[in-house]
């Protein structure tokens, strides 16, 4: 029974590797619902891929490889031992354990990929949509700071008429004080040529009577 031993240590061999390469496949589920990551963007998905592929194949030659067992089991020339069927039959169990449990493996990891990618669509729809918020937030603050810079050069404006106005009332009210000043000395300017005139009357009447006496006293000399 050569075939039969080279044929049993490779199913136990394939078991193992099976078993082991199954259990690291069978966390891609857990790791993938933990981290809820985009499984495309990320690239998980081909290393995902790649660990499910190596699953199928380990599994499909310890398929094969239980084919031959039960065909030496069937050998009616050299029939196996008792032992050699249950070991057999055991390799069989196993094998459609393994079957069912890769199936069902396979729901889960497909399961959280389309949870993770649906929750990244999402995520990736509320950030777009947070984006285009503060977009328009943006925007709309533009618009609002151009508003205010408006009413700011509007106002200063104003406050500088203003100011020109006030500059103007000051300067209308020095030349109204300069005027009312002019006014005010008006009268008495009037006051010192009323006076001018009437000493210069004064005076023509007093330099017409010494001329008039003087004449007098000429013709009085004269008609002596």
């Not at 190596?54 to 239980?66: A, D, F, H, P, Q």
């Not at 002019?182 to 000493?199: A, C, E, Y």
Request: with cysteine.
């Amino acid at each position: 029974m050569t075939d039969y031993d080279s044929l049993h240590r490779q199913c136990r061999t394939l078991e193992s590797l099976f078993d082991a390469k199954l259990t690291a496949y069978s966390r891609v589920a857990s790791t993938i619902s933990r981290t809820q990551e985009d499984v495309e963007a990320s690239g998980s998905s081909e290393r995902w891929r790649d660990m499910e592929v190596e699953v199928e194949e380990l599994l499909e030659k310890l398929g094969e490889t239980n084919d031959q067992l039960s065909a030496l089991s069937e050998d009616r020339e050299n029939p196996p031992s008792q032992s050699m069927l249950r070991a057999i039959q055991r390799h069989r169990d196993v094998y459609q354990d393994y079957v069912r449990e890769l199936r069902r493996t396979k729901t889960n990891v497909q399961s959280a990929v389309d949870q993770a990618t649906l929750l990244s669509g999402v995520r990736n729809d509320i950030a777009a949509y947070k984006s285009s918020a503060a977009d328009s937030l943006l925007a709309e603050r533009g618009r609002i700071d151009s508003s205010h810079r408006m009413v700011d050069d509007t106002l200063e404006q104003a406050y500088e008429t203003r100011s020109e106005f006030a500059r103007q009332r000051s300067s209308l009210g020095t030349i109204q004080t300069r005027m009312l000043g002019v006014l005010n000395t008006v009268p008495g300017i009037n006051n010192v040529l009323s006076m001018i005139h009437k000493r210069r009357r004064r005076d023509t009447f007093i330099v017409g009577s010494i001329i008039g006496v003087c004449l007098f006293l000429l013709m009085v000399y004269l008609w002596r």
